[in-house]
């Protein structure tokens, strides 16, 4: 199966922006893959930040919004907060009922 | 209230088998489909298999084809996971989820459980 790709680690800057991405190893990214994205802190179990591409789920700050940036899908968060420091992943629906998940993005907020 | 609690793991030998269960509360069963997804010890998450709401549809990882089997019985609102052939490599809490459709998880999981721990190893 194909890999979907991210960024092992990132850091951010209180109050800072930081864009996350979202790859695949062979191919590019659109918003046929139905995009989505969610955070998952120590302990938890995930929850959904955004889904089909740019759609924020109840609840969700609007400081986090999603995106197609070139050929990967992207999870932008604006005005980090010490809270935000979490597991970020992304999961692209391969149709034929496949869902991947990436590796996870691991952000601190330092 | 949305709930789903998973039952069913523990410790096996590899080569063995398990079944995992998943009650669920608070929404229609059978209008959703139903995913299992699994987290090893410390790494990331890991999309198992996923049902359809009627029960007649099912998709596998190809890390798990042919060795787990994803069921459902609508009338117990309960989802199980049979898991044959353990490996090492199938240790992880595995937690179901609901997808918010009723044929796959393509748009999203949207509840998830808080998980039932399998540990494989001799």
């Known amino acids: 199966q194909t890999v979907v790709t991210q960024e092992p680690s990132f850091s951010v800057s209180p109050g800072g922006t930081v864009t996350l991405t979202c790859g695949l190893s062979?191919?590019?990214?659109?918003?046929?893959?139905?995009p989505s994205w969610y955070q998952q802190t120590p302990g938890q179990t995930p929850r959904t930040l955004i889904y089909s591409t740019n759609t924020r789920s109840s609840g969700v700050p609007d400081r986090f919004s999603g995106s197609i940036l070139g050929n990967k899908a992207a999870l932008t968060i604006a005005g980090a907060q010490a809270d935000d420091e979490s597991d970020y992943y992304c999961v692209l629906y391969m149709g034929s009922g496949i869902s991947v998940f990436g590796g996870g993005t691991k952000l601190t907020v330092l | 209230e949305v709930r789903l609690l998973e039952s069913g793991g523990g410790f096996v030998q590899p080569g063995g088998s398990l079944r995992l269960s998943c009650a669920a509360s608070g929404f229609t069963f059978s209008s959703y489909a139903l995913s299992w997804v699994r987290q090893a010890p410390g790494k990331g998450l890991e999309w198992v298999s996923v049902i359809s709401g009627s029960g007649g549809s099912t998709y596998y990882a190809d890390s798990v084809k042919g060795r787990f089997t994803i069921s459902r019985d609508n009338s117990k609102n309960t989802l199980y996971m049979q898991m044959k052939s353990l490996r090492a490599e199938d240790t992880a809490v595995y937690h179901c989820?609901?997808?918010?459709?009723?044929?796959?998880?393509?748009?999203?999981?949207?509840?998830w459980g808080q998980g039932t721990l399998v540990t494989v190893s001799s």
């Open positions: 989820a609901r997808c918010s459709s009723s044929t796959t998880c393509y748009l999203r999981f949207d509840y």
């Open positions: 062979s191919g590019s990214v659109s918003t046929s893959y139905y």
